[in-house]
């Protein structure tokens, strides 16, 4: 239950941080995507139903408030989940630079999934969102020692408290 309460608050944050506070301080191709941060931290730390069941809604969270395709988001941080998960059984990815490597790959992933599904619905400039998709990938993989820690420190925190 207090993890469950933890992921939704960082969650609620990352997206108001995400939403309406980086995009009047960082130009948009600095603004890392911290709720994907968020999903690899969940595919590493939440197994089973309720991570994937956090990581669809973090990704329905988004594409309620970005205007995408409804579902784009919420599909892509499942799969992201998924290969995350996969990864975190066999491998350690839990802090320092293997967690920094997963999200970066994740972010890849994460990106071309989007890419590929918006590229259904609409023509999508692959040569451009690719530049991009490399540079988000980079920002998410900076933030996530940080948002790492911030979490397991939330964690703490709900657990002396409670």
Partial sequence: MRRSLAIAIAGIASMLLQTAVFPVLLPSSLAPNLLLVLVVYLGVHQFGAPGAIG?????????????TLLGLHAFAFTAVYLGVH???????????????????????????LV??????????????????????????????????????????????GA
Avoid: K, M, N
């Fill in 115 to 160: 890419f590929a599904i918006g590229s259904l619905a609409a023509t999508a400039a692959w040569a451009h969102g690719l530049r991009r998709a490399v540079l988000d990938a980079l920002v998410a993989a900076a933030v996530t020692p940080l948002v790492f820690g911030l979490l397991s420190w939330e964690h703490r925190v709900l657990r002396v």
């Fill in 86 to 112: 996969q990864v975190a059984r066999v491998l350690w990815t839990e802090a320092g630079l293997p967690a920094v490597l997963i999200v970066f790959v994740a972010a890849c992933a994460y990106a071309l």
């Fill in 55 to 67: 990581a669809f809604l973090l990704g329905y969270f988004l594409d309620t408030f970005s205007g």
